[in-house]
Nanobody
Framework: QVRLVESGGGLVQSGGSLRLSCAASGINFRIYDMSWYRQTPGQQRDFVARVSSGGDINYAQFVKGRFTVSRDDAQNTATLEMNDLEPEDTAVYYC???????????WGQGTQVTVSS
């Protein structure tokens, strides 16, 4: 059974940093692309960053060089390092795993990030 567990969210002041982690189990992690999304109440879930199974990396434009996505295949973990956080970054952040060359994907339960001004 696929399980993705996010951690590392919390309350931080504007300009601060947080490191989110996504621990995966029940999958062959190496063949999954790992992505981060975020969602605020009443809004759609927006793409934030992605690291593919091959190590290719993409970011949403609003990241503006502030976030860094990475993965550790030995630990079955994906990480989102967030710096210079702004109140607009306040959201629930979700981890998503997409199996390479397949339509199968799975979501984590989300972790709340709150940035105070």
């Amino acid at each position: 059974q696929v399980r993705l567990v996010e951690s590392g969210g919390g309350l931080v002041q504007s300009g601060g940093s947080l490191r989110l982690s996504c621990a995966a189990s029940g999958i062959n992690f190496r063949i999954y692309d790992m992505s981060w999304y975020r969602q605020t109440p009443g809004q759609q879930r927006d793409f934030v960053a992605r690291v593919s199974s091959g190590g290719d990396i993409n970011y949403a434009q609003f990241v503006k060089g502030r976030f860094t996505v990475s993965r550790d295949d030995a630990q079955n973990t994906a990480t989102l390092e967030m710096n210079d956080l702004e109140p607009e970054d306040t959201a629930v952040y979700y981890c998503r795993a997409d199996r390479k060359d397949s339509d199968f994907h799975s979501w984590g339960q989300g972790t709340q990030v709150t940035v105070s001004s």
